[in-house]
């Protein structure tokens, strides 16, 4: 090969690599890394083995699907708590305080599987208070970021931490299968507490972040003036959204535990989990690209479309493995959504408002998919899983298609020219200085 002919290949591979400079720039963005790949393969495991010990003790859609519905109000009440004391207190304190709860459910769970006749009443209850804290914790996570990288580096964090979120969901879902099948339910239980008290170990070592000088105390009229700043922001609220929908109408991970009985048992099961995280995967180590992108609206418009052609594709495949190259399409495309929602959100929500804001994110990515965890159900239990994934992924095109257009703020949502991006461009750069 020549050297011109090599150089648009390395060029090529440049625009593609990840960009990894939040890592070596912050230590603290290190430490939250560090924890949060450990603790999601522990979560990931419980997230694949409740819904698979509840479809083992009834063997009902159903059954399976309230555990969404379970985990749903606890979400919403605390979620947006949690939004609120994020801008109010120490987000450090609030994440540590989480943690241990997470720890002490996943125990608990494990304690429930061990009986000799497991009840089901505690999967609901336990995975429902499981949702609250992981609900609380979230926002003051999610807005410790833009407080710990730069500015110019929050696109490429978005990307890291995707990468970190799918690096659990490959890995968990591919062993709680195997190790539900051999050791049963109380051992991925308990695998997830030893991670939960690693990632405390980590999580003690970042720096305390008090809150904002001019930030309001957790309060309800806090709260609802966090709502009024994300609606009159018609950019952020179509992100909002758009995921929703999207989640809404396609997500079907309710579902895995019975593709997996129709195609191979219940080893297979960790291979449809992690199908989506291998294309997410993908994607994320690819990222770079995403530097060049400014239209992240658009993105996150056309995302989100392509998430649902492929899920939808899903209902026609006639193997296994048709079925896993459908949810890979479909993982890589929400990871990019999520990249660009990210970048939106953290390049252009003062830091006053970021918990706040961060709760209602929480409730637009987290919502869709638990709700739709019961969409899926139903669709299936009245016309099958075929019928339940077509459907869902055709409402799910249609459903973001009808934003978009009513939505011209997040279609033309620009980081080079949107004022709500610039001026906390120049505010982060102003307290960088006075640093």
Request: proline content about 4%.
């Amino acid at each position: 090969m020549s050297e011109e002919s090599g150089l648009p290949r390395a060029s090529l591979l440049r625009h593609l690599r990840m960009d990894l400079s939040p890592l070596r720039d912050s230590r603290d963005f290190r430490l939250l890394m560090g924890s949060g790949v450990i603790t999601m393969l522990g979560s990931f495991l419980t997230l694949v083995t409740l819904p698979l010990q509840m479809m083992q003790l009834t063997g009902s859609y159903v059954a399976v699907g309230l555990l969404s519905v379970a985990e749903f109000v606890p979400m919403l009440v605390c979620g947006l708590w949690g939004g609120a004391i994020a801008d109010a207190l120490d987000r450090r304190r609030i994440v540590l305080f989480a943690e241990v709860g997470l720890a002490v459910m996943a125990a608990l769970l494990a304690v429930n599987a061990l009986l000799p006749s497991p009840q089901v009443w505690a999967l609901y209850v336990l995975g429902a208070l499981m949702a609250g804290l992981d609900s609380l914790q979230r926002p003051s996570l999610d807005a410790l970021v833009p407080r710990v990288v730069r500015h110019d580096q929050l696109t490429a964090a978005a990307a890291l931490t995707s990468f970190r979120w799918n690096f659990g969901a490959i890995a968990g879902p591919a062993l709680a299968g195997l190790i539900v099948a051999a050791f049963g339910p109380a051992a991925t239980y308990g695998i997830d507490l030893l991670t939960f008290l690693v990632s405390l170990a980590l999580l003690w070592r970042v720096r305390t972040v008090p809150p904002a000088e001019n930030s309001a105390p957790a309060s309800l009229t806090s709260l609802v003036e966090g709502v009024r700043y994300a609606v009159g922001r018609p950019d952020l609220m179509g992100t909002y959204l758009v995921d929703m929908a999207a989640m809404f109408f396609a997500m079907a991970t309710a579902l895995y535990a019975f593709i997996a009985t129709e195609f191979g048992g219940v080893e297979t099961l960790g291979l449809l989990y992690s199908a989506g995280a291998v294309g997410a995967l993908l994607a994320s180590v690819t990222s770079g690209w995403t530097r060049s992108v400014h239209r992240h609206g658009l993105g996150v418009v056309v995302a989100a479309i392509a998430w649902g052609v492929a899920m939808g594709a899903a209902a026609f495949a006639p193997n296994l493995w048709t079925i896993l190259l459908c949810l890979a399409l479909a993982g890589g495309a929400d990871m990019i959504s999520g990249v660009f929602r990210s970048t939106i959100w953290n390049q252009t929500i003062p830091d006053e408002f970021r918990g706040r804001l961060a709760g209602i994110e929480l409730l637009s990515y987290s919502s869709g998919p638990m709700l739709g965890g019961a969409r899926a159900s139903l669709f299936a239990q009245f016309g099958g899983l075929r019928f339940s994934l077509g459907a869902g992924g055709l409402l799910c095109v249609g459903a973001v298609g009808l934003l978009a257009a009513f939505l011209p703020a997040l279609r033309r949502y620009d980081a080079r020219t949107d004022e709500n991006a610039l001026a906390q461009a120049a505010r982060r750069k102003a307290l960088a200085a006075d640093a």
